[in-house]
């Protein structure tokens, strides 16, 4: 028998490869590149999971768990997914919530993710985030451009269930501009990670802890007019509510053309499309 040349070794290594690095989401197969992350496999293959604390190219941070998924413990064995498609394996009964931000993807992974169960469980986390901070979505001038309003329209929430805690935190409106709201700051620490890690400053940084945990500003004052923050940073941008905002931007789109009346969140890529009409650098 003839042995396999070098370069057909290197062919079917790469396919062998290709076949390994792949995972099944809500039974879709996609790719994933060593070191990926579940859900970054999962947007870039057009597969969106609910999410307010990642951004792709930022650390995973894993504080608001709405990227939550069930991996489902699938002892198979060769020719398992011929009688699956049969129907003689009944469906798998063990599985494990991880969040798919912080959980890399791993070969031959079977992930659920669009389930009533769990988007309830994540319509729940997303009403706390509503009640703990003061979200008057009427009054903001980011509605229609906020991802945790979109969210919520997205897992069908209709009303904030708990009781509110309307929180009194201090506003910052020293900067000529740009602005802090800490009133609607869900404590992504998206801007901390984009100021650090994008911007090449470290202006923000979360103080306290549970309920008294809040967003201070790094300077000396702790005001952001003496922080080194400009309006065109990644990190004023990257607010994922009304909490950070450019002065004299507001309602500018006019209803109807914001970011979300034009789209669901689950159609667009976040990692792209961040208030384009504010100039995102
Ligand atoms: S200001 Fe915005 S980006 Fe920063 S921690 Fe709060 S919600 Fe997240
Ligand atoms: S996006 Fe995963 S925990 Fe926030």
């Not at 009533?116 to 009403?127: C, D, G, S």
């Not at 509605?143 to 309003?149: A, F, H, R």
Request: hydrophobic share 35%; charged share 25%.
């Amino acid at each position: 028998m003839r042995r396999p040349g070098r370069a057909m070794m290197k062919t079917d290594n790469r396919q062998d490869q290709a076949v390994r690095n792949t995972i099944t989401i809500d039974g879709r197969e996609i790719p994933f590149q060593p070191g990926q992350t579940i859900i970054d496999a999962a947007l870039e293959a057009g597969i969106y999971i609910p999410h307010l604390c990642h951004r792709s190219g930022l650390s995973p941070h894993g504080s608001c768990r709405l990227c939550m998924v069930d991996i489902v413990d699938r002892t198979e064995t060769l020719g398992d997914s011929d009688r699956r498609r049969e129907g003689k394996i009944q469906e798998e009964t063990r599985s494990r919530s991880v969040a798919a931000c912080t959980m890399p993807a791993t070969a031959g992974q079977w992930i659920r993710n669009n389930t009533p169960e769990l988007n309830e469980a994540r319509k729940v986390i997303t009403q706390m985030l509503f009640t703990e901070g003061n979200h008057i979505c009427p009054s903001c001038e980011h509605s229609g451009n906020c991802t945790l309003q979109a969210v919520a329209y997205y897992l069908g929430m209709l009303d904030g269930h708990f009781p509110p805690f309307f929180p009194r935190r201090e506003l910052d409106a020293s900067h000529p501009t740009v602005m802090l709201d800490r009133d609607r700051c869900i404590l992504c620490e998206l801007c901390v990670r984009a100021s650090r890690e994008a911007d090449g400053k470290n202006v923000f940084a979360i103080a306290g802890r549970g309920t008294r945990a809040r967003l201070i500003v790094n300077s000396a004052s702790g005001m952001l007019v003496d922080s080194d923050i400009e309006m065109h940073d990644l990190a004023v941008h990257v607010c994922p509510v009304g909490a950070i905002l450019i002065k004299e931007q507001g309602y500018r789109v006019p209803i109807g053309q914001r970011t979300f009346d034009l789209h669901q969140v689950e159609e667009i890529d976040l990692r792209k499309t961040i208030l384009p009409e504010m100039g995102q650098k």
